[in-house]
Every structure is written in structure tokens, then in C-alpha cells.
């Protein structure tokens, strides 16, 4: 199998959907046209050969560039595209709630001016975040996390994002991708403590948005051996190579030497990828 295009993120399906493991798809682009996505999961335990031809399309323009500039977008469609929007970064500096619009309405309206849900993970440490409601699965595969459960619902971003603002003083905001990339023991009974914990912090204000939803949803990824050592693939320093593929977690292609590739680090990336049995 011989794949050729734009790289995007993978797609990481829900686990609850296949079992506990989570699906992954390979998504590439013609510039700006999608093309099919493939499955991935099967990839674990065969060999890939990579190669990349130095050309990069900013992800929102399609303009050809020789690096991007953040998130796979040139420096001007990064200070101008709503998906970079600082509140995507930073959600409690949305404003759409109150009517204020700071890129681009029809965006925030539809994906910041809507219920969100602040929650709790575990990547390698206990971390809190925010994402739209209903995407909090989709969120914790991308993250790599193994554990995650709901904390609260709000009825749009700016709020989720203070909440978040009010914890971060106290834990974690950030994925730590070395230690995401070993293997992670699991505690669900720690998720629970801390979800306890968070409301003691948070107080009375914020009561009214406290989630009652207790399951701690545990994550599995295709992964058939947890590297000891872990070295990052940059493809500007390595643009042709292969390795055996020994999983899948995060954003992350895992190879069996302990070499690592970040996906989306590189999406808009001109790639081709052979896929070959051992």
C-alpha cells in the first residue's frame, strides 16, 4: 500500500465504539482536497517506509511554503483563520457569548457559543482541559490519555475555560508527551479523588455546573510494545526513512526502535508512505 499526500491528524474513533481500543484512519489531502481515509490500526507490526519531498501547503490556504508556521498554517493564516483563534488556545478569552466576535462569527458561534465540558484525564499525570461537549472522547485519543471522566458542563466555552483557569493553579494543563509515550498504570479511583477535590476548589459559584456523570471511561490504543527510550522524528532532519510500526497512541506513530513521529506536527507536510508486511 503506497499512500501519497498532505498529511493531516489521524482520526482517532471513540474507544467505547470498537471494543476499548481506539480506531485510528490516516488522513491525507491533495493540497486542499481530501482524499480516502485508511484504516490504520492493522499497520501495527509492519514495516513503513516514508518519504518527504520538502513541500509543505498551509492547511487553511493550501499556498505552497518551505516550513509552516504554526499548526501546518502560513504566519498569515495563522494570525487570521478562526481555528487559531487565541480562544482556541486560550478558552476563556472567547467573547462570542457576550456577542463580541473575534474572528469570525458563523466559527464561533457554532463551535464556541455551545455547551462544553471541562474534564479530567490521565496522559502519563492527572491533567484537567476543556473541549466542545460530545467531543471529549475524540479529545482524550488525541491527547493519549488512558483514564478520563466529565467534571462540568457549561453552556459555552469562556466559562469552561475559567473553570480550567481556576484549576490549572492546582494540576496540570498540559500532556507531557515523553512519559504519554511508555506505558501508563492506570487508577481510576485517583480520577474520582481528584474530581472530589476540584469542587472543594471551585466552591459554590461554579456549582451549578458540576457533572453528576462519575464514569471513568478507561482508553486502550493499538499499541503492541511501549518504547523504553523515546527519540522524535522530525521530518525536516529525517525525510526519508522506515521503521516498524509498533502502535499508535496520541498523535503518535510508534516505531519499534523507540523512534517516535508526531502526526500532527507535521501536517501539511508533502508525504508519501509505503506500508509493506515484514
Request: proline fraction near 5%.
Amino acid at each position: 500500500m503506497i499512500l501519497k499526500g498532505n498529511v493531516r491528524k489521524m482520526i482517532a474513533s471513540p474507544a467505547s465504539e470498537f471494543g476499548g481500543t481506539v480506531k485510528y484512519q490516516f488522513q491525507m489531502f491533495d493540497v486542499l482536497e481530501p482524499l480516502p481515509s485508511v484504516d490504520m490500526n492493522d499497520w501495527v507490526g509492519k514495516r513503513l517506509h516514508w518519504r518527504f519531498d520538502g513541500v509543505v501547503h498551509c492547511v487553511v490556504t493550501g499556498e505552497s511554503m518551505k516550513q509552516a508556521y504554526r499548526m501546518g498554517m502560513s504566519q498569515r493564516a495563522f494570525f487570521n483563520s478562526p481555528i487559531s483563534c487565541p480562544s482556541i488556545i486560550h478558552p476563556e478569552l472567547s467573547t462570542i457569548h457576550t456577542g463580541v466576535v473575534l474572528r469570525d462569527r458563523e466559527f464561533e458561534e457554532r463551535y464556541h457559543n455551545v455547551p462544553h465540558i471541562v474534564y479530567l484525564s490521565r496522559t502519563n499525570k492527572l491533567k484537567v482541559g476543556v473541549t466542545g461537549s460530545g467531543r471529549e472522547q475524540l479529545r482524550w485519543n488525541d491527547q493519549g490519555a488512558v483514564e478520563g471522566i466529565l467534571l462540568c458542563v457549561t453552556p459555552y466555552r469562556q466559562l469552561a475555560g475559567e473553570i480550567e483557569v481556576v484549576l490549572k493553579e492546582h494540576m496540570n494543563d498540559k500532556t507531557h508527551w515523553l512519559g504519554m509515550l511508555k506505558e501508563v498504570e492506570r487508577n481510576p479511583d485517583e480520577l474520582l479523588e481528584l474530581k472530589d477535590e476540584c469542587f472543594d476548589i471551585l466552591g459554590e459559584n461554579y456549582e451549578p455546573f458540576f457533572s453528576d456523570d462519575d464514569v471513568v471511561h478507561s482508553i486502550h490504543y493499538p499499541v503492541d510494545v511501549y518504547p523504553s527510550k523515546v527519540t522524535s522524528i522530525k521530518l525536516v532532519k529525517t525525510p526519508e526513512g522506515s521503521g516498524i510500526l509498533a502502535g499508535i497512541k496520541g498523535q503518535y506513530l510508534i516505531f519499534t526502535d523507540g523512534r517516535v513521529m508526531n502526526v500532527r506536527a507535521h501536517e501539511g507536510c508533502r508525504l508519501e508512505i509505503e506500508v509493506v508486511q515484514n
